[in-house]
């Protein structure tokens, strides 16, 4: 880990939590809703780190900035394309049919700071 990832995670909601709590809460079974992941996630300082560097370390397995392995599979597909996009934008935007993502409306495309 390099220190420009242990300062960001110093600052994540979920640091603190035990072990156990984190299986539980982020790394849940396959169509298991992250419910509680997203409340976290949503009110964490550092989750789009957190998603950055799921995504750039091909993370397959946990929920990551709030989005599932699904989610970031089709967000990534999206900055690779060029666009920037924050968590909480993606999942606003985006239509989930059967957990797959069958759309994303353009307003999640912004630019963001």
Known sequence: ????????????AC???????????????TG???????VICGGCPVAQNCLDY????HERFGVFGGLTE?????????????????????????RFVDKKCVEITWTALAVTA
């Open 15 to 29: 640091r603190g939590m035990s072990g156990a709590d984190v299986d539980r809460v982020f790394y849940l079974g």
């Open 70 to 94: 699904r989610e970031r599979r089709v967000y990534a597909k999206l900055v690779r394309a060029g666009h920037r996009l924050t968590p909480k934008g993606f999942l606003d935007q985006a």
């Open 54 to 57: 799921a995504v750039a370390h």
């Open 1 to 12: 880990m390099d220190d420009r990832e242990a300062a960001w995670r110093k600052k994540a």
């Open 32 to 38: 298991v809703p992250p419910i509680e992941a997203r």
